[in-house]
Structure formats: structure tokens, C-alpha cells
């Protein structure tokens, strides 16, 4: 497992004010208790979802393992009626199936043209808007999308981070959410914005030795609970039974420093993708000095990089 081990707090009652002004600018993970959801925590049961979403359709992941890695692709995309969608998710096993009898069902919702729109369950199922409130915790030009997930039990998703703020709303079901600190990506073994370490609680540390570096929070989520979790800070999902959620993200920075083509909130920003070139530019350079020359002019610029950019500020 990952080195030392950290519980997310938990408060109940959080005011918008407080969150603003005490919680939010501290940059951690916070579990939420006792937000005003509206009734969908008691609402949105199996029957209740089939009879409203209906039969649109909707593209899933299926997967015949329960650990989905994106890197690999160890998933196939496929359609299903949102009805079908409900009920075979929450089974255990399925008499119809795509892989397999005991296939993983992961539904990430998505804009209308996902290449041009952002998701928001609102405007994807409408049906269902006036079951949901949303956290009056950022202000509604600074809102981004609303994803609606939905997951077979025992699914794990891959950890990875987001650019934006947003807030995990665990509508009905159980979730373990396991998260790691920004601070620590140089553990992590980073594939683009994903973690090449599936196996989180048990990792071949023979392959990922760094990763017994990384801190760990961990957090269980039921029916009703919000997880604040800040942008950068990387999350590994596991849905412990068959479970809803909504995903609600922001803009916390101004609007012009994020991607204009980005619907899934997950590309980084414009400043940090140009710096990455930028460096990519400079390895290439590098690599016309002899292995010497190179080596030491590579650790003065990481030195470099250090002095100027890495925050002083302390964990």
C-alpha cells in the first residue's frame, strides 16, 4: 500500500460562507454531511431512474474486469437504452451482456455533441432536474458542467486528476474515494493525466517503487454525502455497491486561462500546455550535447524550474 495514511475530514452543515471564507481556500478534500440535496437521495431508485430516463440512449464503458485502466483500454464503448443501462448495472450477474455475465457497467455522462458540449444533467435528462440541488458553493458564471455517473458495484476507476474544482455528489449507493496530493504526482507514475498504478491497495512496488511515497486520504461516501475534491489533486474511485452520482465542476480561475475545445474539464490549461512544449523544445535541444554535458545542464535546469516555479509554501 501507499505510505502514510490520512482520513479526509468530515463536517456537517458547512454554510456557503464558511466553505468560502475557512474551508475552501485551505485546498483540501472535505467531506460534506447534511447539504441540502433535494429528494433525489431517496428518489432515484432503480425503478424510479428506468421509468424516467427511458430509452435514451447513452454510450457506456463495459468492462470484463473490475479495475478500468484508460491507459490500456482494458474497456470497449458501447449503447444502451438508460433503462437497460439502470438495470444491468445493478445486477451482479446479466443474462444479456456484451463480455461477459459478470461485465462492469461505467456510465460518464456526456453534452449533446460531446466534441462541442459540456455535460449537465440538467439539459441531458430533464426528467430529473427538479430532483437535484446543487451546493450554492461558487457562483453560476463560474459553473462548468454537471456529470451524471452511474457504476456496477465493485468498479474501480483509474486515478487521475482534473483541472477544475468540483464536487462528487453520492446520490444513492457507496463509494470509497482515495485521493493523492498534487505534491506528490513525482510518486505516482503518471501516464498524461492518469496513474499507471491500477492496483492502489496492493501495488507492485517492484515496478512502482516511488509510489510507497505517496500520501493517502481516504474517505467513504454514502447517500447524501458531498466530497469537495480540488482541482490537481488526483482521485481512484471504487463504487462498493451499485451506486449514482453527480459530478459538479467549476471554473475557479478565469475563464480565459482554461482550453476553449475542453468539454470533459480534464485538459490542461493553456499557460501550462504551452510551457510543456516550450520544454519539450529545450529536451530536444539538450539532446545534441554529449551525455555528460547533458546530464549536468538537465539538472541545472530541473534545479532551475525548482527555484522559480515550485511553491514555497508548505504542506
Known amino acids: 500500500m501507499a505510505g502514510r495514511h490520512f482520513p479526509v475530514t468530515r463536517l456537517e452543515g458547512v454554510s456557503r460562507e464558511q466553505f468560502m471564507q475557512h474551508l475552501y481556500p485551505q485546498r483540501k478534500p472535505l467531506v460534506l454531511e447534511g447539504i441540502d440535496l433535494g429528494p433525489c437521495t431517496n428518489k432515484w431508485t432503480v425503478d424510479y431512474l428506468s421509468q424516467v430516463g427511458g430509452k435514451k440512449e447513452v454510450k457506456i464503458h463495459v468492462a470484463a474486469v473490475a479495475q478500468m485502466d484508460f491507459i490500456s483500454k482494458n474497456f470497449v464503448y458501447r449503447t444502451l437504452p438508460f433503462d437497460q443501462l439502470v438495470q444491468r448495472a445493478a445486477e451482479e450477474k446479466h443474462k444479456e451482456f456484451f463480455v461477459s455475465e459478470d ?103 517492484a515496478k512502482y517503487p516511488l509510489f510507497s511515497k505517496a500520501r493517502r486520504y481516504e474517505c467513504s461516501l454514502e447517500a447524501g454525502d458531498v466530497l469537495f475534491i480540488p482541482a490537481l489533486w488526483f482521485h481512484n474511485v471504487i463504487s462498493e455497491e451499485f451506486g449514482v452520482g453527480v459530478n459538479i465542476f467549476w471554473k475557479h480561475l478565469p475563464s480565459e486561462c482554461y482550453d476553449k475545445t475542453d468539454t470533459y474539464g480534464n485538459k490542461d490549461p493553456t499557460a501550462a500546455s504551452r510551457a510543456a512544449q516550450i520544454l519539450d523544445r529545450a529536451l530536444k535541444t539538450l539532446a545534441e550535447l554529449p551525455e555528460e554535458y547533458r546530464d549536468f545542464y538537465a539538472r541545472r535546469m530541473v534545479l532551475h524550474i525548482q527555484d522559480k516555479a515550485y511553491s514555497k509554501n508548505s504542506e
Open 103 to 205: 461485465e462492469k457497467y461505467y456510465l460518464r455522462s456526456l453534452g449533446e455533441d460531446p466534441r462541442k458540449d459540456v455535460a449537465d444533467i440538467r439539459k441531458q435528462f430533464p426528467l430529473l432536474k427538479e430532483d437535484i440541488k446543487f451546493p450554492e458553493f461558487f457562483k453560476e458564471e463560474q459553473f462548468f458542467s454537471s456529470v451524471f455517473r452511474i457504476s456496477s458495484p465493485g468498479l474501480q476507476l483509474w486515478t487521475h486528476y482534473d483541472v477544475m474544482d468540483n464536487l462528487l455528489i453520492q446520490v444513492t449507493g457507496k463509494k470509497r474515494v482515495v485521493l493523492f496530493s498534487p505534491r506528490d504526482a513525482q510518486y505516482l507514475y503518471l501516464k498524461g493525466t492518469k496513474s499507471e498504478v491500477l492496483n492502489i491497495d496492493n501495488p507492485d512496488l
